[in-house]
């Protein structure tokens, strides 16, 4: 139990999902053989921020609507490249068109920085009240 000069310690599920988000970005170093792709830099910067936002909500959370900003545009981007799709083709694991790989991730980027929204919320309002 917490002492009443010290605030609860957050969830650990920040860090998990750092520790998934890190796994994604190392998945993206064969982008640029697999697909030929020469902004797979960009893709080990976006999963690596995110997950470093995941790690710093651990001890100092963003305010609230700097993830819920993050997740929007993560959203706007998934969208966006969701219509880069090519219907007629195999949406994951497309060796031509990786737009269906990009707008998934940027998909479950925006859901986990919408959650870690809520979980800065919650432990602002928590620290406020002690």
């Keep these: 139990m917490p002492s009443p000069s010290r605030p609860a310690p957050p969830p650990l599920s920040p860090a998990i999902g750092g520790i998934v988000f890190i796994g994604f970005a190392c998945l ?8 030929g792709s020469r902004g797979w830099y960009g893709w080990i910067l976006f999963y690596g921020l995110v ?3 995941s790690f710093l909500s651990l001890w ?3 305010p609230p609507l700097a993830y819920r900003l993050a997740a ?3 959203l706007a981007g998934a969208l966006f490249r969701a219509t880069q799709i090519e219907p007629a083709k195999t949406v994951f694991t497309n060796q031509t068109n990786p737009a269906g790989n ?5 998909l479950l980027a925006a859901l986990w920085l919408a959650w870690l ?4 919320r919650k432990i602002r309002r928590t620290r406020v009240s002690q």
């Design 28 to 35: 993206q170093f064969n982008d640029l053989e697999q697909y």
């Design 60 to 62: 100092r959370p963003f």
């Design 117 to 120: 929204a809520g979980v800065a």
């Design 102 to 106: 990009e707008a998934g991730g940027l």
């Design 51 to 53: 997950a470093l936002a």
């Design 72 to 74: 929007f545009g993560s």
